[in-house]
């Protein structure tokens, strides 16, 4: 079946990572991405793509509702699968308003753009739209923390801890209220933190390689013990797209790789196979420096996936080493051209 997609914030790390995938793997069909290019958007991710006559990219903000209408005006879309969001928990810390107007009002006027244009009225779909679906990407810490025991379900109460991290709760509950009152094809997937190649520099992995190979002090927050259930970003891809085609309207799916590590094991790992692979006279693991924590650092996060699992027939490829490596040798190529 031939399906013309949104796909909203495809510069970034996952919605690259995923544009990419999915032009492979479905050969009919085409993706429309509509990306405004923040600080967090790199052209280059997509850049061996740019001609490719099943892709096209616009620059805009979802928050625009008139740019959205005209959109889908002009190419009618039948499915958006939706990324675009502030993603860096420390900047909604520092300014939360983006978070809210990119998180929280952009996933409105999205939702509710495909609304008007797939629905005659409530529970009832226009011609030609039965099959239309949202789906909607967020994350595993709208749950909140996990003390040292227990893993998150899709029935976990939410309990967001962070600017971002309710801002990604409230469009949760915008995209389910949309099913419940109008009865519209919605899906949303929880995944855990993500890891693997065109991540930006801001984020953990890439500071801690990037920092190691300048040979300047690698940042750790606290006392490194905070625990994330980390994630190779195609296993995720693959996760988005079984939930994405063969999910049930309605719901939610976990994605996490039970892969749980803390922050201290994370650097020391990178910097020891950064010692073999560029050796240099001083262990990279000297550079490891304790800073001072995060307001409301949560302290761990771990998904129970086995709904995605039976149901989906979903499973991660990569555990963590073996994904770290693939993504040292990635960097390694980045910040050496
Ligand atoms: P990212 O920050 O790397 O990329 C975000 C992209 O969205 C950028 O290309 C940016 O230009 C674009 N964008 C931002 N505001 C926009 C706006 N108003 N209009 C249009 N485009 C806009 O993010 P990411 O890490 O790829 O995350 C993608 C999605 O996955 C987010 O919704 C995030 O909450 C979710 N998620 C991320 C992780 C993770 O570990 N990175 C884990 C779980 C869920």
């Not at 967001?160 to 801002?167: H, I, L, M």
């Not at 890439?206 to 606290?222: E, S, V």
Request: charged share 25%.
């Amino acid at each position: 079946m031939n399906k013309n997609i949104l796909i909203t914030g495809g510069l970034g790390f996952i919605g690259s990572n995923f544009i990419e995938y999915y032009l492979e793997k479905y050969p009919d069909h085409s993706i429309f991405n509509l990306d405004k290019l923040t600080y967090a958007g790199e052209l280059s991710n997509l850049k061996h793509i740019k001609n490719n006559s099943r892709y096209k990219w616009v620059k805009g903000d979802i928050c625009d509702k008139n740019l959205v209408n005209s959109l889908f005006d002009e190419y009618n879309f039948s499915h958006i699968i939706h990324f675009a969001a502030e993603s860096h928990v420390d900047n909604s810390i520092d300014s939360p308003d983006q978070f809210i107007n990119t998180n929280v009002v952009g996933t409105f006027n999205l939702i509710d753009v495909a609304r008007q244009y797939w629905m005659k009225a409530p529970f009832e779909l226009k011609k030609g739209c039965e099959t239309n679906r949202f789906h909607y990407i967020s994350t595993d810490e709208v749950y909140g923390s996990l003390g040292k025991e227990g893993l998150f379900t899709e029935d976990t109460p939410y309990a967001p801890n962070s600017p971002y991290s309710a801002s990604k709760a409230s469009s949760d509950f915008l995209v389910r209220s949309y099913f419940h009152t109008y009865g519209m094809n919605v899906v949303t997937t929880n995944c855990s933190n993500n890891y693997g190649p065109k991540q930006h520099d801001e984020k953990l992995i890439p500071t801690i390689i990037r920092k190691a190979l300048k040979g300047q002090n690698i940042p750790i927050y606290g006392d490194g013990k905070n625990v994330r259930d980390w994630l190779h970003v195609l296993d995720h891809c693959k996760g988005i797209d079984l939930a994405f085609h063969n999910g049930k309207s309605g719901e939610t799916y976990n994605i996490g790789g039970k892969n749980e590590r803390d922050n201290l094991y994370i650097a020391n790992k990178i910097c020891s196979i950064l010692d073999e692979l560029k050796p240099q006279k001083k262990l990279y693991k000297d550079l490891i420096t304790f800073v001072k924590d995060r307001p409301g650092h949560d302290f761990r996060y771990a998904i129970d996936a086995s709904k995605i699992e039976q149901e989906l027939g979903w499973e991660a490829e990569e555990n963590f080493e073996t994904g770290i490596l693939k993504t040292i040798h990635w960097y390694l190529s980045k910040y050496n051209s």
